[in-house]
């Protein structure tokens, strides 16, 4: 699969530039070693009832996934500390895509992922709706789930094209939202979290990928990130200050959804119809002036 045309077609999407440089992160601490034995990792969560909204309510204003809110949320925070209209992350899915008509997975136990890079930008004077169907937009862009990008940089073979995809740059955070804990382990369930610690899974002195990994789950009712960095090149203090940025984010876009009196849209509803964003507003306003009579 990764030496078929249907893969080389995606290499422009996954070597094109992005519109604006992208952010590097802030040091505290220049010339660190960003390895395991220096990892500290600070934990944040929303209530129960902003959780309930973020899950069940906020989705219905812009026909929105639980990603395209965190990686607004993060973004917006992201720029409030970097200085820069754009962010270059590595977003972890699943990777159980449909790739293939014949191969079942459903029998199939195991931890699936794909790791690709997206280019999250922060539009200049945007409102929060503005933003949130930019990064919803963008993530829709991305295609066959983002496994195309590893196929073509590790397995096709291909040096040239490795080089190509590598040349565009390293993304310095990580983030994975894990999903909803509470439903795949219900009181019912005869498993659980356990409360001690499995233990570092690499050596102490290995190097760090990231800068940044954050990584989100549904915990107890309550949504959790958890932001994991070096102690050698970032002050607690730091990292908490742009936790605390995302969470207000957060808060920031359930209250814009849930002062909405309609419902949003994007292009991406609309695939068949090849609208841009300024057109499907003319359209929308249009209807809403036939509704009310104008």
């Known amino acids: 699969y990764a030496q078929s045309e249907e893969i080389e077609r995606e290499l422009e999407f996954w070597t094109s530039a992005p519109n604006q440089p992208v952010a590097h992160l802030p040091l505290d601490f220049e010339g660190g070693e960003n390895i395991v034995s220096s990892v500290k990792t600070h934990s944040i969560s ?166 940044l990994e954050i990584n989100a789950f549904v915990i107890k009712g309550q949504l959790t990130l958890y932001w994991t960095y070096s102690e050698n090149l970032h002050r607690r203090e730091t990292i908490e200050r742009v936790a605390a940025g995302m969470m207000e984010e957060l808060r920031a876009i359930i209250a814009h959804c849930r002062g909405l009196e309609t419902a949003a849209y994007t292009p991406s509803d609309f695939p068949a119809a090849k609208l841009s964003q300024k057109d499907l507003d003319k359209l929308m306003g249009k209807i809403k002036q036939v509704e009310r009579g104008v």
């Open 46 to 211: 929303l209530t129960e009832e902003e959780t309930k909204q973020i899950l069940h309510e906020v989705p219905k204003s812009y026909r929105t996934q639980i990603n395209d809110v965190l990686l607004t949320a993060l973004s917006r925070s992201m720029k409030s500390w970097t200085r820069r209209g754009a962010l270059l992350v590595d977003f972890e899915a699943h990777g159980r895509e449909h790739s293939f008509d014949d191969i079942d997975l459903t029998r199939t136990v195991g931890w699936f992922t794909s790791i690709y890079p997206v280019v999250l930008e922060t539009p200049e004077g945007g409102d929060i709706g503005v933003h949130l169907k930019a990064v919803k937009e963008r993530l829709r862009t991305v295609p066959g789930g983002g496994i195309g990008y590893g196929l073509l940089r590790y397995v096709r073979g291909d040096a040239g094209i490795a080089e190509k995809i590598k040349s565009r740059g390293e993304a310095e955070v990580v983030f994975n939202y894990g999903g909803q804990f509470d439903q795949s382990l219900p009181e019912s369930s005869p498993f659980s979290l356990a409360k001690e610690s499995p233990g570092s899974a690499r050596s102490p002195r290995a190097l760090r990928r990231y800068l």
